[in-house]
């Protein structure tokens, strides 16, 4: 048993976007699906103003909203603590959307491209993949379906780090597993106060964010 | 293309992730139920209200068949829809097919064994009553699963409250006796003694129930606007962008027109129900139990994300 997780330091992130595009670019999502999301905000009136960036993933919870309202069994609360859709199984009822309360659920209702009808060759790329190809096709596969972020189920396969990881110049997210204590993710959220996004709801969220 | 902070602070616009299918959904699967539980009941009722009990019975089971089709259009796959049932320990979906399902065979055979094409029940009035009084729990229980669905979100404080459940089931009742009210008015013979005096008594148990449902619409936002995580829900209802849709369509049109009727038809000092007016009556009140629905579907916001002091709202929001 594991419990795959993230933590990301909202002092080092600079809002970049970042891992926003690379989970794109990791995982061929079409225009209007995000798995990784930045959120922004600002408070206060000058010269008193604050900035957030608040970067947005599937919180992979130990008590998933979304895996208790699924009808048709798709969504699974995996061994290694992260949360799936077996795109075979759902049937894009968007229950599981609704219900997330951080909007990590995207539903793919159509194939769309970047630039019209005509596939891009990364797009081609993405909804055909050639034999021997790493990335999972998802483009093809899930159009009806509700889908998200997988901790990068293909890279963790290679013990690679997820593509958001991996790509945050900042160095603001780590990726770990949460069971064990001396992980750097456990470390982190123990030592310098990490919090999980509104516990209140009794999701007990895998992303933990460490604070201002 | 970008998130901006103002696209992220709290307020903005209702969830959009159900539409109208499952506001139509919600809306017919409480009607039919409705319909049925007040055919029923006329049945129990004995003679004099075999017109509106029959019509009540044939019309319950069929439009919430006709509502299942607007669930399983609203699916990503709708060929996948046997699927939905799999998981009824935890998921409302999956409850709502173990309780459609019973309740729609059940109909259907009080349907083919009472009003066409046998007449078995007719002569059984035991047999009869044990059917229709399953049919009637199957009923109720269609019209509180509805509320019940919703209810199960616990990020959406509109619709996580107690009251929805008890505003879904006087909807449905209200809708049912409404569109019975519709059928008898519409048929040639609403003219006769027979109908007019189950269309009296059809107006008079709505009025009762109508004037509950305004009731519990009025305490159900009034306790939304006090809780300050619900209150941009109610705020869309009341001065938001569905204002128009409830004021106009809910309030004047769907709740306070038929109930106004309602009680006119009903003073001592009215010697007859006036069937064009009660047909326009039944149209709006049940035009009304659609954008009830709709309002309530449509209004639902999640609570905003609080970290580092700030809110951030996860709807409505910008993505490339």
């Known amino acids: 048993m594991a419990r795959y997780g993230m933590v990301i330091d909202l002092k080092r992130c600079i809002g970049c976007y970042g891992c926003q595009i690379a989970c794109k670019a990791e995982n061929f999502t079409p225009p209007g699906i995000t798995w990784a999301l930045v959120l922004k905000n600002e408070q206060g009136s000058f010269p008193a103003v604050r900035r957030l960036s608040l970067p947005m993933l599937c919180m992979h919870c130990a008590e998933p909203a979304c895996e208790k309202v699924c009808p048709s069994g798709a969504t699974v609360k995996e061994e290694d603590g992260t949360v799936t859709v077996d795109y075979e199984t759902c049937i894009g009822c968007r229950y599981c959307m609704v219900a997330c309360p951080y909007g990590s659920r995207y539903f793919n209702d159509r194939e769309l491209n970047y630039y019209g009808d005509q596939r891009t060759p990364y797009e081609e790329v993405g909804a055909d993949p050639p034999e021997g190809w790493e990335s999972k096709p998802r483009r093809a596969r899930c159009t009806g379906r509700v889908e998200k972020c997988d901790l990068c189920s293909h890279r963790r396969e290679q013990e690679l780090e997820p593509a958001c990881v991996a790509n945050c110049m900042a160095k603001a997210r780590y990726f770990g597993d949460l069971d064990d204590p001396y992980s750097e993710v456990s470390r982190l959220v123990r030592e310098k106060g990490g919090f999980q996004l509104n516990p209140e709801l009794g999701t007990d969220p895998s992303v933990y964010y460490l604070p201002v | ?320």
């Open chain 2, 1 to 320: 293309m970008t998130n901006t902070g103002l696209r992220n602070s709290p307020g903005g616009s209702g969830q959009a992730v159900w539409g109208w299918k499952v506001a139509a959904y919600l809306f017919l699967a409480g009607v039919g139920a409705g319909a049925y539980a007040a055919g029923a009941v006329a049945d129990f009722l004995g003679t004099g209200w075999e017109t509106a009990s029959r019509t009540g019975i044939t019309l319950g089971p069929l439009l919430v068949l006709v509502s299942t089709v607007f669930l399983i259009a609203d699916l990503g796959v709708p060929g996948g829809f046997l699927r939905a049932g799999a998981r009824p320990r935890s998921s409302w979906i999956s409850r709502g097919v173990l309780i459609l399902t019973p309740f729609v065979i059940i109909g259907l055979i009080n349907i083919f064994l009472l009003v066409w094409p046998w007449h078995l029940l007719q002569g059984a009035p035991t047999a009869r009553l044990a059917l229709e009084g399953v049919g009637i729990a199957l009923a109720l229980l269609t019209m509180v699963y509805t509320g019940l669905l919703l209810g199960a979100v616990r990020p959406i404080l509109f619709w996580n409250n107690a009251m929805l459940p008890v505003l879904f089931l006087l909807s449905a009742l209200s809708t049912g006796l409404m569109v019975l009210m519709l059928a008898l008015s519409l048929s040639p013979a609403a003219s006769g003694f027979g109908l007019h005096a189950q269309l009296y008594g059809l107006a008079r148990a709505d009025a009762l129930i109508l004037g509950f449902e305004a009731v519990v619409v009025f305490f159900y936002l009034q306790g939304c606007y006090a809780s300050p995580a619900s209150r941009p829900s109610a705020e869309l209802l009341l001065t938001g962008s569905l204002a128009p849709i409830f004021w106009a369509g809910l309030v004047a049109s769907g709740i306070a027109f038929p109930l106004v009727y309602e009680l006119v038809a009903l003073s001592p000092a009215s010697k007859e129900v006036e069937t064009a007016l009660a047909m326009a009556a039944s149209i709006f009140g049940l035009a009304g139990g659609l954008l009830l629905r709709y309002l309530i579907v449509a209004g639902g916001m999640r609570v905003p994300l609080k970290a580092a002091g700030m809110l951030l709202n996860t709807s409505g929001k910008a993505r490339f």
